[in-house]
């Protein structure tokens, strides 16, 4: 995929899924966030044109900065997955089920949490559970 062609969440869309999916709160650490939503731009700016390392640029961030009292983890995992999303590819039809995939997902992103993982890790984990949305489609 082209660097011009992708597209980046803002902090604005990262707080409202929080808010919408997860809790009521505002970040504690406001500039954290911030930080942690511009890190894939950054790194698309320097030259990276995965997306799925991208996605998980993203995740480690909003994860290890912590602008939020609680549910970082989760946090991540919505944000790359919507990122991923508005970028023709996905992680699965729902997140936060009793699935399987759910379990593992949960679990990378706590071993992002404990730096058992990194951005590889994580990267080539999405990428082995991507969903285009041309299969996404015809799933639905």
């Not at 929080?18 to 930080?35: C, K, M």
């Not at 997140?95 to 949490?113: G, R, W």
Request: hydrophobic fraction near 35%; charged fraction near 25%.
């Amino acid at each position: 995929m082209s660097a011009n062609c992708l597209r980046f969440l803002t902090t604005s869309q990262i707080r409202r899924l929080h808010h919408t999916h997860l809790a009521r709160a505002e970040p504690t650490q406001p500039t954290y966030l911030e930080s942690a939503v511009y890190s894939p731009q950054q790194h698309n700016n320097y030259g990276e044109e995965d997306l799925f390392r991208l996605a998980g640029v993203l995740a480690e961030k909003i994860t290890l900065n912590h602008a939020y009292q609680d549910r970082n983890k989760r946090t991540a995992l919505l944000a790359a997955d919507m990122f991923l999303k508005i970028n023709g590819s996905h992680l699965q039809k729902n997140l936060f089920t009793k699935s399987e995939l759910d379990k593992k997902l949960q679990s990378a992103h706590v071993a992002i949490a404990t730096k058992q993982w990194d951005v590889e890790e994580i990267a080539a984990f999405y990428k082995s559970i991507r969903v285009s949305d041309d299969q996404g489609a015809e799933k639905l």
